[in-house]
């Protein structure tokens, strides 16, 4: 856990949110992390649709974000809009976004994440959930890259991608 969490709190990006501090007891783990105030990607969607230079604009920021922990060997493995997150720069007044969550489940356990991939299957969320990810095998960038994709989809298009033509099992 702490080896995990010292990793992830050394990703210094503008568009990722930052780990202050973490600590485990028995049963639980805590992290420290900044308070996004501006709420998520995914109740932004709620709203309707978000114009093209918008969506170009933060599929750039979380793309950077994506290539800056990848560099450092750190995958999300759980990338999706909850999991993006929105503030309102001071400066200019623009929206930007700060990806949060990023490499933190593998610093719960193995048996979280079956549990996450198990709830992610039955909510019917898996389409933007990279294959090996769903069968529970060794994941890498290629995972996060696959969740990107279903991101931008529905970003572009308003709705989910398409049910997968593999099989999950």
């Known amino acids: ?9 050394r990703l210094e990006h503008p568009y990722i949110v930052p780990l202050y501090d973490y600590w485990r007891e028995p049963g639980a783990a805590f992290l420290v992390m900044r308070l996004m105030r501006g709420g998520s990607l995914r109740s932004l969607l709620k709203e309707g649709p978000l114009s093209l230079d918008f969506i170009l604009r933060l599929l750039n920021q979380v793309g950077s974000a994506l290539y800056s922990a990848h560099r450092m060997g750190v995958i999300h493995r ?33 048996a979280l994440l079956t549990r996450l991939t198990a709830e992610q299957q039955s909510a019917g969320i898996t389409r933007s959930v990279a294959p090996e990810q769903c069968r529970c095998a060794r994941i890498g960038p290629p995972a996060d890259i696959y969740a990107f994709g279903g991101i931008a989809f529905l970003l572009l298009t308003g709705t989910v991608v398409p049910k997968p033509r593999f099989s999950l099992r």
């Open 78 to 110: 759980d990338l999706k809009p909850a999991n993006v997150s929105l503030w309102r720069d001071a400066e200019t007044g623009e929206w930007r976004i700060q990806v949060t969550d990023f490499g933190l489940v593998p610093l719960l356990g193995d």
């Open 1 to 9: 856990f702490e080896a995990e969490a010292q990793l992830v709190a």
